[in-house]
């Protein structure tokens, strides 16, 4: 007796049909990227000269850094820079109030989160994300400078972002301005007695840096940076932005 032959086994269609399904999905998604990239460049490239504030959602309006924060971006505003914030409450809310009562831009990137963040009232121009690494490009991208106050966990990768892209040269380099010095020193400190004293970073690394809690010094620093050279970016740092 011929041994009996197993009927071939047919592999079940639906992880196939789930892995195309997967499939396009991601190529939605990237498509949905690229969206972001595009709309969020048509609408801020002309936005210039712009300043990107930082600071925490979490602080109140009665909060002395809410002042500070909406004090500099009023001083910012008047003396001809668009301040872009991440449109959010706390010190965005600040940076964008005191921008929208002053001369110039007041700009929200917002972000869509879990626990959904509203944006605040005081945007006039308002640009929604839903992808972080996106929305951080723009911030980079169209700033001539970055001030960042006191703040939690984002504001420290805001912080980081911008030093790594300086440090590395993967974009131009801009004055990066902490403000209200007796929350920054700590971490200063650690910088300068491990990172530097065990050669994760060169002790030049430390001038990306300045110190400033002064509204009208922070707005002056900023324009010295530029005096010599001007806010339009060089043929070459347009080539490097196109790269970010």
């Known amino acids: 007796m011929r041994d009996k032959i197993p009927a071939p086994i047919t592999p079940s269609v639906e992880p196939e049909l789930a892995r195309r399904v997967e499939s396009t999905r ?23 000269p712009a300043v990107s504030v930082f ?49 110039s831009p007041s700009v929200g990137l917002n972000i869509d989160l879990p626990h959904e963040q509203n944006a605040n009232a005081y945007q006039d121009v308002s640009q929604t994300f839903r992808h972080f690494f996106a929305r951080k490009v723009a911030f980079v991208k169209f700033a001539a400078a970055y001030v960042v106050l006191p703040g939690g ?14 440090q590395t040269g993967k974009t131009r380099r801009i004055p990066i301005i902490l403000v209200h010095a007796p929350f ?15 050669g ?19 707005a002056s620093a900023i324009f010295d940076h530029y005096e010599a050279r001007g806010f339009a970016p060089s043929a070459q740092e347009r080539e490097i932005q196109l790269n970010l």
């Open 184 to 198: 920054w020193q700590g971490l200063l400190a650690w910088f300068r007695e491990r990172l530097v004293a065990e």
């Open 200 to 218: 994760m970073i060169s002790a030049e690394d430390m001038d990306l840096i300045q110190v400033i809690d002064d509204p009208a010094q922070v």
């Open 26 to 48: 991601e190529a939605w998604r990237v498509l949905e990227i690229m969206s972001e990239f595009i709309e969020s460049t048509e609408r801020l490239t002309h936005i210039s």
């Open 55 to 103: 600071g925490s959602a979490r602080t109140p309006p009665e909060h002395p850094y809410y002042l500070l924060a909406e004090q500099i971006a009023r001083t910012l505003s008047d003396a001809g820079f668009a301040v872009m914030s991440g449109g959010g409450p706390g010190l965005m809310e600040a940076a964008n109030k005191g921008a929208y009562f002053g001369r």
């Open 153 to 166: 966990f984002g504001t420290l990768d805001e912080l980081s972002e911008a030093l790594t892209l300086v």
